[in-house]
């Protein structure tokens, strides 16, 4: 194994895990509230690494490149899967425009980043040499899982978060449906919330938030955050479904919100990102020939600029 560091940031990582305490420091995202720091058992993040090379047949004999900051799981989670594989690792600098300057080694075997680096990723003619590329951070939108399916790159979409130690499940961009894992399953609770578990991890059973349609203990189809769930009237709105049906038909950033309502308790809501384009009428009209007719957003809403973690995931308001 060798590690090639170019930012000088892996270091101090590295030192964290080899000393003698148990635990690693991590920060969770920050995405449902203030970001909070939590501290990782080491033989749980050996665990997920462990899990992550089996599945993609990393090995001593693979090379693995790092373009997202050790700062937070994911970047942490590179480092471990090359020191449990024996694989390479390349550290790039974090930034949208990733391979600037860099000379790629051939056939990288895995990859990581967040969804505002794929057009970097694109457009760069390397792109063949990478053959595996996770996806992570934040919900990629329909187009750029389109480019990187036009650009012939082979991408997952991932899911998990920090307390997991990075993901537990991955989702082909050509499907719509995540699969496990080795050593972990799932169930849902009461509220149809998918609930992680692992005779592997000291967690052994982690309940989410996030609302699934259960396929089998080894895949789901996520649907959205239970918290962002909108009752109107009685009928249960996950925006995030709803928001990957008009992706295409709106050309600025958006999401679906709420706003109290005297007759149905809520209704839903189009918040838009920018400065007012005088269109917003019409993206409404969109939604309504698009989704179910409770769906469709009554009014719109501009904000100058949204709120977003560091890995690019925009932390929603209510209204």
Known sequence: MAIYD??????????????ASPTVTAHTSGSTGAPKQVQLKKTDMEVS?????????????SHLLLPISVDYIAGKMMIVRAIVSGADLTVLRPGNDILCGV?????????AIVPSQIPSLI?????????????????MSSQQQQALVDAGINAWATYGMTETCSHVALRHISSEYYEALPGFKFSVDSRGCLTINSDKMSFVSLQTNDK?????DIKFQWLGRYDNVINSGGIKIHPEEDEAILANVIPVPFYISSMPHSKWGAVPILVLEGTDNGKAAEY????????????TPKSAIWLPKFERTTSGKIKRKKF
């Open 284 to 295: 409404i009209k969109y939604a309504a020939l698009l989704l179910q007719k409770y769906h």
């Open 212 to 216: 699934v349609n259960l396929i089998s």
């Open 6 to 19: 170019l930012t000088g940031t892996a270091a101090g990582f590295i030192n964290e895990w080899e000393s």
């Open 123 to 139: 457009q760069e003619s390397w792109s063949h040499k990478f053959k595996h590329v996770i996806v992570g951070g934040a919900p």
């Open 103 to 111: 000379e790629i080694p051939t056939d990288t075997d895995l990859v």
């Open 49 to 61: 690494a462990k899990a992550t090379c089996k599945f993609f047949g990393i090995s001593s004999n």
